[in-house]
């Protein structure tokens, strides 16, 4: 065939594909999801999400330090406290020495300035009934989370997380109002450098059992009442656009995988940087098919974080960053090597 056009030419090689691939994932572009528990002496496997663990103290030092040399941007820290400390309030959340606030002073004292310390602002892992905030009853006797009385615990929460050194705060309640007041309550406390990663449009989603079992919480009913309904893209729109207005530093669509087209819009929308969470369920889908032999396990991994960044996320979450990380080193060890 005579053709002008003949697009495959640019697919001839790995180093012709490499020269022109438009995407790229980067470790510097990635956040490491992690687990610490209180009261435990080994670190302990979570059976919904293969490879991935409740860390001790140490064992967290350990891995914030391996993602500090591997050039992640960050660590973000999720505390689980003992069955017996969970309460109506989530108290521990706001204790000086509850897990999370511990984990948060002793990775930062680890890493210093070389990773990001990130910690998730939010009381579902702390409350004996697993919701994200504070309960009250109505007069028509409906049990719902309290919005302002919730936030005003975030407030409190971010201030004691700043306190023990964190670098980023990201609130992930979906309660009114909660960027704006973890601002000023920072601001107050003249902690003007911590950033804010405003979870800000964050769906009600099937994809978030496996974290359930990782932060031991068993949910009473759902969270339909203050996380999005998976259909409104426009109502995405004006979360992403309130939390902007509100002083989020940057902002996240999240789950990721089920919502490319609503990272695309978020883009598309604001100039702050965006994120994505690839969360618990996207990632246990790949492990649970590749422990099958059903998927190519590396492929579909590569191929799941190409597409977050290609929809647009400057910065992925995902429970692969480290494994992403180290894999590029080797990989590029073996390029080098083979010359
Ligand atoms: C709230 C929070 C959740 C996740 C991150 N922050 C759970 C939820 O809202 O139900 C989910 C992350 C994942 O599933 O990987 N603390």
């Known amino acids: 065939m005579e053709l002008t ?39 302990r ?17 350990a891995t914030a330090a391996a993602a500090a040399e591997a050039g992640l941007a960050g660590v973000m820290l999720f505390g689980v406290p003992k069955p017996e400390d969970k309460d109506p309030t989530g108290s521990q959340a706001l204790a000086e020495d509850g897990i999370l606030n511990r ?9 210093g300035d070389t990773t990001l310390v990130m910690s998730d602002v939010c009381l579902d892992e702390f409350t004996d009934h697993g919701h994200c905030g504070v309960l009250t009853t109505m ?11 919730t936030v005003e615990l975030y407030a409190e929460m971010a201030r004691a997380h700043a306190a023990a050194g964190v670098h980023l705060v990201a609130p992930s309640g979906m309660m009114d109002g909660q960027v704006g007041a973890i601002r000023a309550a920072l601001d107050a406390d003249g902690a003007q450098d911590v950033a804010i990663l405003a979870y800000a449009a964050k769906f009600a989603s099937s994809f978030y059992g ?11 009913g759902d969270r339909r009442a203050y996380q999005q309904d998976g259909g409104n893209v426009r109502e995405a729109l ?4 309130l939390d902007v207005e509100q002083g989020a530093d940057l902002v996240m669509v999240k789950p990721a995988l089920p919502y490319l087209d609503v990272i695309a819009r978020v883009r598309d929308l604001v100039d702050v940087p965006v994120a994505a969470y690839n969360i618990s369920g996207e990632y246990a889908m790949v492990e649970a098919a590749a422990a099958h032999g059903w998927i190519d396990r590396e492929a579909a991994i590569s ?9 647009g996320a ?21 390029r080098a090597g083979g010359r």
């Open 139 to 149: 007069a028509t006797g409906a049990v719902v989370v309290d919005n302002d009385a």
């Open 303 to 311: 191929e799941t974080l190409t597409s977050i960044r290609r929809a």
């Open 45 to 61: 496997p979570i059976g919904s999400m293969p490879g991935v663990v409740q860390h001790t103290l140490d064992s967290l030092r």
């Open 238 to 241: 004006r979360e992403v656009a």
């Open 314 to 334: 400057d910065v992925v979450l995902t429970y692969w960053a480290l494994e992403w990380a180290l894999g590029r080193e080797q990989g590029r060890g073996r």
């Open 210 to 220: 496996p974290f359930r079992e990782a932060v031991a919480s068993s949910l009473q």
């Open 5 to 43: 056009h003949r697009p495959r030419r640019l697919r001839t090689t790995p180093v012709l594909r490499a020269m022109v691939a438009e995407t790229s994932v980067e470790p510097r572009q990635l956040v490491l999801p992690v687990f610490v528990a209180d009261g435990i002496d080994e670190p």
């Open 103 to 111: 984990a948060i002073a002793a990775v930062r004292a680890e890493v």
